[in-house]
């Protein structure tokens, strides 16, 4: 009778450190995965910043060597150059740039199936603040730019004065 309550003890005590290791192995591939996709978006920021810096810098011919096939199909480089040249006049020299999202897309029309993203920058440039948008296509080599949009942020307007001889709410 010992010998079958030291067996049951050994047999539990072994499928609790199996459970264990088991659960422990399960956490460890969720932390993985995790990682890897903190790592893909974190590659896809990485790739949108290089990118615009490349504009910043008058690197219009670079950007489009650098970008997916599917844009270098539906945009000349010289045409590419001239949009580059037309920003940096409108807004004049980039200031600073601060990342502020990222937002995923699947099979957007007009491009071909796959997984996208549109990184957005909040930046200030000589002449106006902007929203800027670098979109990328996923490769199996990983973010490859798709296209760059750059609008103005309006200015806000100060709220209208109160019209003379009125008296405010209470």
């Known amino acids: 009778m010992e010998i079958n309550k030291t067996r049951s003890r050994t047999l539990s ?3 609790k450190h199996l459970a264990s290791a088991c659960t422990l192995a399960a ?3 969720v932390g993985q995965a995790y990682a890897q996709q903190s790592t893909s978006l974190d ?4 790739t949108a910043t290089n990118w615009a810096a490349q504009a910043d810098n008058g690197q219009a011919d670079a950007m489009w060597q650098a970008s997916n096939p599917a844009m270098q199909k539906s945009v000349s480089k010289a045409d590419w150059s001239k949009y580059v040249d037309g920003l940096k006049k409108q807004f004049g020299a980039t200031q600073s740039r601060t990342w502020l999202q990222i937002g995923r897309i699947e099979n ?3 491009l071909p199936p796959g997984e996208y993203v549109n990184v957005a920058f909040a930046a ?3 002449a106006a603040p902007t929203l800027e948008t670098v979109s990328l296509a996923k490769t199996a080599s990983g973010w490859s730019p ?3 949009v750059v609008r103005p942020i309006p ?3 100060p709220p209208a004065a109160a019209p003379a ?3 405010p709410a209470k």
């Open 155 to 157: 200015a806000t307007q």
């Open 108 to 110: 957007p029309n007009g």
């Open 165 to 167: 001889g009125t008296k």
């Open 124 to 126: 200030k440039h000589a």
């Open 27 to 29: 956490m460890l591939s």
């Open 43 to 46: 590659s896809a920021v990485s």
């Open 13 to 15: 005590t072994a499928t």
């Open 146 to 148: 798709v296209g760059y």
